[in-house]
Structure formats: structure tokens, C-alpha cells
């Protein structure tokens, strides 16, 4: 897509600090990152999401993400790492091009938070959420 940011870092007509690259994926150092090492790891051809992505780019870049996760525990001695992507901007993601953040965690206090709201107050019906996504498999 030719005016994703994304499509034009993988294209090398944007500068990036790379970390990692072959045919098909690149990994490269966040520019506004939430820790010390906070790496995106994405497919060189456009995908809008992870739900959009063919499973054998999935399949690459995740490889990929968990190799740089490791690395960051070892090389970075992070105590920890988040591997996350977000889908859509309703879910936090700004550029629509598929990408994973592998985030090392040095403590709970490093720059991201995580927190999910309790509903176990909430009247939620379990089974009948079970039966609207057990229709679409």
C-alpha cells in the first residue's frame, strides 16, 4: 500500500533501526517505544491486520517474535516480555498494517500497563457466548 509507513520502511524509502530482516519479514526498534528494546515485528507485504494475514506469515513473523523475545530476556535481561498486536483502532491499533510489539518488561512500573476492567460483577452469560462463537468455527 503505497502510503502506509509500514510498506515504506520494509521498502527501505523510510529509515528504521532494523533488527531483523529476510524475504518476508522485518523487525525494527520502535521509535516511540514503552521500554528499553520495544521492537515491531511485521510482514514486508501489506496486511491491514492480524486477522487479514495468510497463516504462513503469521506463522514467519510470530517465529520471529519469539525469537526476539527471547533474545531481549537474555541479551537485554528483561525479567519479562509482552507479545501483543492489536486489530483495528477500536483496539489500539494506529497503523494499519499487521505488526507484533515484542516489548521487554524490566519491572511493573517500565511504561506500559496492561489492566483488563473485572466483569465478574457484570451478568454475563458464559454459554450463550460460547454458542455465538462456537456458530462461526
Same mark, same amino acid.
Given at each position: 500500500?503505497?502510503?502506509?509507513?509500514?510498506?515504506?520502511? @520494509?521498502?527501505?524509502?523510510? %529509515? *528504521?533501526? !532494523?533488527?531483523?530482516?529476510?524475504?518476508?519479514?522485518? @523487525?525494527?526498534?520502535?521509535?516511540?517505544? @514503552?521500554?528499553r528494546g520495544h521492537t515491531l515485528v511485521m510482514p514486508k507485504t501489506h496486511y491491514d491486520n492480524f486477522l487479514s494475514t495468510p497463516?504462513?506469515?503469521?506463522?514467519? &513473523?510470530?517465529? &520471529?517474535?519469539?525469537?526476539? /523475545?527471547?533474545?531481549?530476556?537474555k541479551q537485554l535481561h528483561a525479567r519479562g516480555v509482552n507479545i501483543l498486536t492489536n486489530c483495528y483502532p477500536v483496539a489500539g491499533? *494506529? &497503523?494499519?498494517?499487521?505488526?507484533?510489539? &515484542?516489548?521487554?518488561?524490566?519491572?511493573?512500573?517500565? /511504561?506500559?500497563?496492561? *489492566?483488563? !476492567?473485572?466483569?465478574?460483577?457484570?451478568?454475563?452469560?458464559? %454459554?450463550?457466548? @460460547?454458542?455465538?462463537?462456537?456458530? /462461526?468455527?
Open positions: 500500500m503505497k502510503d502506509c509507513v509500514f510498506c515504506k520502511i @520494509a521498502n527501505g524509502m523510510l %529509515p *528504521s533501526t !532494523k533488527v531483523y530482516e529476510d524475504d518476508d519479514v522485518i @523487525a525494527i526498534l520502535d521509535i516511540n517505544p @514503552a521500554t497463516r504462513e506469515i503469521l506463522t514467519k &513473523v510470530m517465529i &520471529v517474535a519469539q525469537r526476539l /523475545g527471547q533474545i531481549a530476556m491499533q *494506529s &497503523v494499519l498494517h499487521f505488526h507484533v510489539h &515484542v516489548i521487554p518488561r524490566y519491572d511493573t512500573t517500565d /511504561g506500559l500497563q496492561i *489492566s483488563m !476492567k473485572d466483569m465478574s460483577e457484570e451478568k454475563i452469560n458464559l %454459554p450463550t457466548i @460460547a454458542k455465538e462463537i462456537t456458530k /462461526g468455527m
